[in-house]
Each structure stands twice: as C-alpha cells, then as structure tokens.
C-alpha cells in the first residue's frame, strides 16, 4: 500500500523556466492538498482539489501558479516563468474523505525546488 | 479564516517533560492535529482531538479545550529524536468543505 508519492523529489529550474510538480495520493484518496514550506518557515496552504475539481485556491498566487487533479492521473502544481522566491519544499497531501473523523492527511516526501 | 499561534522554538533537556502549546480561531472547527515534521522530511502524524480532553497515545499526549481555543501536546520522557518541529492543524468546515491549516510549527530541540 504505496503512500503519497511525490516526484520529483528534487527540481532545479532556472529562472523563466516552467516547474512540474506531480502528487500521486494514496489508493482510495479524492482529496489532495499542496503546501509551501519556505526554509524554516511552516506549511502555508495554496491549495484544495478534488478529482476534477478545485476546491479552495485561496492560498494560490494569482500569477503564474496553476494546479489540477484531472480524473485519471496525478495532481500536478504547474508553476511558469520560475523566480528565485519559488524556491521551495512542495508538499502534497491526501485523504479519503473529507467529512468527519480522525481521517488525518497523508503527506508525500516533497518535492524541493531550486530556482538558480 | 483561521489564525493558528505557536511558540517558534524551545529547548528542554533530555529525559524531561515538554508542553507545547497552541491556540487558534476558527468559526468551523471540525478537529485538531499534530505532526511531527524532522528538518528536510515529511510532516508525519502524532495525535488528532475532535472533544475537549486528553488523548494519551505512549510518551505523546494531546488535549483539547474548544471553548478556550486550545491546544497542548505533551511529550514525556524526552528523547534526543523527538528533536522536531511540531505543527499544530486545525481543520475547518465553514466553507462547506473541509480545510486543514497549520500553525508555523514550533521547533522543539532537544539537549542532553
């Protein structure tokens, strides 16, 4: 039972360039979130999808950042024209449900981009 | 919205007990989580309180008081590993959905 799968686990992009960041949820998980994690900082929220739908992007810049969970495949964070502020830990996480219980999010290893 | 409080850092010595505190404002509070998160690594799971009180899991407890916004975790008999950050998430339903926000994570260093 494969968890949350991320890749790259490490990305170098110049700048202008395009970054692809792809999230694979655990089996059975609709629910995916991504997270920023500037160095020494915490997790800060961009955004909330389900499959084929976004949720909540309120955590999104307005500019340059894009995400999709499409019905086949992995939940992938597009990010152009890459600048040197980008750099940072990606992290994704799934959960089944998103009702009630203790169904706490699953997070990947991240994917740690460099912006040179 | 949320707003979600921590101490950024603290130290305490091996063998001891630690309280880490956190305090939030939600107007759709559905539950609370700690993760443990070590430096260049995944935040992993450690406790989850939905009713006020203590929920005891080995050297980790957590508690829960909704009317106060408030949160401990405990961690007893200090190991020099349990040397982390310690995020406190509350998960929020105001929106219709489900949102789960993190605190910035309270970094916990443990001395011999």
């Known amino acids: 039972n494969a968890g949350v799968m991320q890749n790259p686990r490490h990305l170098v992009r110049r700048r202008g360039q395009e970054a692809r960041l792809r999230c694979s949820p655990m089996k059975g998980h609709s629910h995916v979130y991504w997270y920023r994690q500037l160095p020494e900082e915490g997790l800060k929220f961009m955004v909330y999808?389900?499959?084929?739908?976004?949720?909540?992007e309120s955590g999104m810049p307005k500019e340059r950042f894009s995400a999709e969970f499409p019905k086949e495949g992995p939940s992938i964070l597009r990010i152009q024209q890459v600048v040197r502020g980008d750099s940072a830990a990606y992290f994704c996480a799934s959960s089944p449900i998103a009702s009630t219980g203790d169904t706490e999010a699953f997070f990947g290893q991240g994917t740690r981009l460099t912006v040179v | 919205g949320q707003n979600i409080d921590q101490p950024t850092e603290m130290t305490a010595t091996e063998g001891a007990i630690v309280q880490i505190n956190c305090t939030y404002q939600t107007s759709g509070f559905n539950g609370l989580f700690w993760y443990q998160q070590h430096a260049g690594e995944a935040p992993t799971f450690l406790s989850y309180?939905?009713?006020?009180g203590l929920e005891e899991k080995g050297r980790f407890s957590s508690f829960l008081s909704r009317s106060k916004g408030y949160s401990y975790l405990l961690l007893k008999e200090l190991q020099m590993k349990d040397s982390a950050s310690y995020l406190c998430a509350v998960r929020d339903q105001s929106g219709g959905y489900q949102k789960v926000t993190f605190g910035i994570g309270t970094k916990l260093q443990v001395i011999p």
């Open positions: 999808l389900q499959k084929e739908n976004i949720i909540d």
């Open positions: 309180n939905v009713l006020d």
